[in-house]
């Protein structure tokens, strides 16, 4: 356990959390009538458990992409465009394959998913090469993956469907299969990050390129490496988002509304360790639900105040308890020496 | 038995510079070579085609009587040569081992895992058959700057290197583990490793090396056992034994007293004292020089003056006042000129044009600065007459400083601190990178401010040049002046051995000290610099 909970910081948000929620469960018994009780019974219900699962899957996945991309040196706060546009690219690929269609023998809806990875995937890809080879600045590249996409989306859904909300497929990917993606690729992230030769070599290029470059390992191409895996997972949580309900909503922010961001927020909350950032993503997902579900049972929760909690909670993370290290050479660009 | 390394006649040509001439070096396997030169000697430029960084213009390096043909840093890892940089190529937030392996790291489970087991019994073997007792799984952060330095050879062992080049090995460590390095080069050498180290100290190379070779100005000017040679001899070696310039002897006696450094200790970046209780007293119409090799705290010494830099104790007394704690800009003000080390850092803005550049430090001036707003009708006036008395090419004050040769942009450099109308003028290697004409020049221009009654504090490697315009010469060795002779009597020699910390004997000081006194108008007895009395007979 020492490794998988890295830090005892870490260990004490899984502690207070679950603190949170025993209190809040004893309190709910004992009162049953009063808003605890109605709190209580919110948290612990089937309903928002799943609505917890979906809304955390694109906050956990581009998470694990964010930490791949700056371990290795690149801030990547596009993540937020990554999520769009793969959620348009899988709902506009399964309806053109149709969803009672086959391609290869994968059924329509998961040539969508595959569809909305290699959109994130090809868009990370460009984001790589402006920032490691023309040597962009990072955060001006990583907005601009946000604005294309936040763009580009709502206009093909327009050029397509005649509306920026496409029509709903009439499928969707139920909640167990993107609960399952999370999992593995949270454990598979781990595993890589601390116990490949990679995730070394990753973490030498965000700390001290050249000293990675003088052992005989090509910096630009581990970063494009961690830049590319920052697409696929994000890729993997903007179609896990779109396809759970079988439509991309293109209005105003998006159906992604922040994920993206709230996703930076996560890693950065989980310390860069993809285990923290899977409780931070549930978390903040969680306060989503819990949200949606009191505005349901008449409590007047302004939902705008509720989104602002990640953020209001990073900055106190970052500014008082002052554990999350930045890798040194995050954010600069690398020139070898030959 | 073939030599382990042998350089053949190795020439590296950059644009407009020959940083290595011919260079040949032999290194006998099992020993430990020592590579000495001044800053800018083609030490570095030498090793780097060594490691395979540099492709050399003529020559070849030859390896165990093997021609090898390096195109980078790899194929000499390959061929069993390891670089240990000046500044260490570890990484901070992971461990020992995982730096030793880092690149060729032993996997398990077909590549999906790192072989800890194996990597750290690799790196505990190695450690301890070279006595090096690090401990494997240390982070790199919480170990000391000697432990850094043994893993970064732990690195290069790792990788198979039988020759082990090593950049200003001692430049980052306490004497303490300057002690322990050399019981590593022992070990080393014991067990058939070869090691290169370039230095430019003097007392390093003597005390750790077999064979010195020296390095002037991109020559090999000698390669000698460190066993048959002297301290002296190594520095007229580096030092060069040049044409003694003539000195101007000074048309005036020295006047009021401009600067007074009284036990002065100032520390460098790592906090190490580099210079130590330094005293002297600089007088109006007076050019007091300081030589030394390069590296005994000379640029601490400057930078305190020039308000660079915090002192750690001492007074600094500048006409009469003391400036400790006052600003950089209240010191420009006061009338005093700074021609700093680097003027790459310091001297100029490089994106800057000339005419820009020519205001640096009288920007709240007038006529520069008129109402809030830069008059640059003046400052351009101003540009364009620096650049035609200093014959600064291209003579075009909107090409910017980057454009320019480096003799070219020290020559700006000196013009616009000379044209301030100082008080003091504190210059180091002024004529550094100028061709020769334009450094008869600025010499010249210096000895006239010199007459004009300005005081010059002059710090410069080139001998020649202190001793040809310096009225006093002070040596400087590890932070403190080993002597204060007269140019005009003092020999090579002698301060040779000054150079090297060994004080001179009483007829020697005597005859500095005689000069002083020689002094019509002097009322005072000469303050012997040495012994931190200076300032305290003058009326300030």
Redesign the interface.
């Known amino acids: 356990m020492r490794n998988v909970i890295q830090s005892d910081y870490v260990r004490s948000l899984v502690v207070g959390t679950v603190a949170v929620l025993g209190l809040l469960g004893v309190a709910g018994l004992a009162f049953p009538e009063s808003v605890a009780g109605d709190l209580a019974g919110i948290v612990f219900s089937a309903s928002t458990a799943t609505s917890t699962a979906r809304l955390a899957a694109p906050i956990v996945l581009a998470g694990l992409g964010g930490i791949f991309a700056e371990k290795s040196g690149v801030i990547n706060i596009g993540l937020e465009g990554l999520l769009i546009i793969s959620a348009f690219a899988s709902v506009y690929v399964a309806s053109l394959v149709g969803i009672g269609n086959a391609l290869f023998g994968i059924p329509g809806i998961w040539v969508g998913f595959l569809a909305g990875i290699a959109a994130s995937t090809a868009l990370s890809g460009v984001f790589g090469i402006v920032c490691i080879e023309f040597k962009a600045d990072q955060i001006i590249a990583g907005l601009a993956v946000w604005l294309i996409a936040l763009g580009l989306a709502p206009f093909m859904s327009t050029v397509f469907f005649g509306g920026v909300n496409t029509p709903n497929l009439g499928a969707n990917v139920g909640w167990r299969y993107s609960t399952a993606m999370v999992a593995l690729a949270t454990l598979a992230s781990w595993?890589t990050l601390n116990?490949?030769?990679f995730g070394?070599?990753l973490?030498?290029a965000g700390?001290?390129p050249?000293?990675?470059d003088?052992?005989?390992?090509s910096v630009s191409r581990v970063r494009h490496a961690g830049v590319l895996l920052s697409g696929v997972l994000s890729g993997v949580g903007g179609s896990a988002l779109a396809l759970s309900i079988g439509q991309f909503v293109g209005s105003g922010e998006t159906m992604v509304q922040g994920k993206g961001f709230i996703a930076i927020v996560a890693y950065l909350f989980g310390n860069y360790n993809p285990i923290g950032t899977l409780g931070a993503g549930v978390l903040f997902a969680g306060l989503d639900a819990v949200q949606v579900r009191l505005q349901q049972l008449g409590y007047a929760v302004p939902d705008t105040l509720v989104q602002t909690i990640p953020y209001v909670v990073v900055i106190v993370v970052l500014a008082l308890v002052g554990r999350t290290?930045i890798p040194?050479a995050a954010g600069e660009h690398y020139e070898t020496?030959? | 038995m073939n030599p382990a390394v042998h350089l053949d006649g190795i020439t590296k040509r950059f644009p407009g510079v020959v940083a290595n001439d011919d260079v040949d070096l032999t290194v006998e396997r099992g020993s430990v070579h020592a590579l000495l030169g001044e800053n800018g000697a083609g030490k570095t430029t030498l090793m780097n085609v060594l490691y395979g960084l540099y492709e050399p213009t003529e020559g070849t390096v030859v390896l165990d009587g093997e021609p090898q043909s390096f195109d980078s840093p790899r194929d000499a890892i390959d061929a069993g040569v390891g670089m240990i940089h000046q500044h260490f190529m570890l990484v901070d937030p992971m461990t020992v081992w995982e730096n030793v392996v880092l690149g060729n790291e032993p996997k398990a489970w077909g590549g999906l895992r790192v072989d800890k087991t194996a990597a750290r019994d690799a790196v505990t073997e190695l450690s301890e058959r070279y006595g090096f007792d690090v401990d494997p799984d240390a982070t790199i952060a919480d170990i000391s700057v000697g432990e850094q330095q043994r893993v970064e050879i732990l690195k290069a062992l790792y990788r198979g290197a039988d020759v082990l080049i090593m950049d200003e090995p001692t430049a980052v460590l306490t004497p303490q583990e300057v002690e322990e390095l050399y019981g590593v080069f022992e070990e080393l050498t014991d067990q058939g490793k070869t090691i290169i180290f370039i230095s430019h100290k003097l007392g390093e190379a003597l005390s750790a090396a077999d064979d010195i070779t020296v390095l002037r100005d991109g020559l090999n000017v000698g390669t000698v056992s460190a066993a048959d040679v002297t301290r002296e001899d190594l520095a007229e070696m580096m030092v060069g034994r040049e044409v003694l310039m003539e000195p101007a002897a000074s048309p005036q006696p020295p006047g009021d007293s401009v600067l007074e450094v009284t036990g002065l200790c100032v520390d460098d970046d790592r906090g190490v004292e580099a210079v130590s209780d330094l005293s002297f007293e600089l007088r109006a119409g007076e050019v007091l020089g300081v030589a030394g090799v390069d590296g005994n705290g000379q640029s601490q010494l400057v930078e305190a003056v020039t308000g660079l830099r915090e002192a750690a104790s001492g007074e600094i007394r500048y006409r009469g006042e003391s400036i400790l704690g006052t600003t950089r800009r209240e010191r420009i003000d006061g009338g005093m000129a700074f021609v700093p080390e680097d003027r790459h850092e310091r001297g100029l803005v490089m994106s800057y044009d000339l005419t820009e550049n020519g205001i640096l430090g009288s920007q709240h001036d007038p006529p520069f600065a008129r109402g809030g707003r830069l008059d640059w009708r003046a400052s351009r006036d101003h540009a364009e007459s620096v650049i035609e008395q200093y014959d600064v090419r291209p003579p075009d004050a909107e090409a910017t400083a980057e454009s320019l040769s480096g003799g070219n942009q020290q020559k700006f450099i000196v013009g616009r601190e000379f044209e301030r109308d100082p008080d003091l003028v504190v210059a180091m290697h002024p004529t550094r990178g100028v061709d020769i004409g334009s450094t008869e020049f600025l010499h010249d221009r210096l000895l006239d401010l010199r007459a004009e009654g300005k005081a010059v504090l002059l710090v410069s490697s080139k001998l020649d040049e202190v001793q040809g315009l310096s009225d006093r010469l002070a040596v400087m060795h590890e932070g403190s002046f080993s002597g204060v002779v007269d140019p005009a009597t003092v020999t090579e020699e002698e301060i040779g051995l000054l150079m090297a910390g060994e004080p001179l004997d009483d007829d020697s000081v005597e005859r500095a000290a005689v000069h002083g006194d020689a002094d019509p108008t002097d009322g005072g007895p000469d303050e012997d610099p040495m012994d931190g009395t200076a300032g305290e007979g003058v009326d300030a």
């Open positions: 595993w116990r490949t030769a070394k070599h973490r030498a700390e001290n050249q000293a990675l003088t052992v005989g390992v290290r040194e020496e030959e």
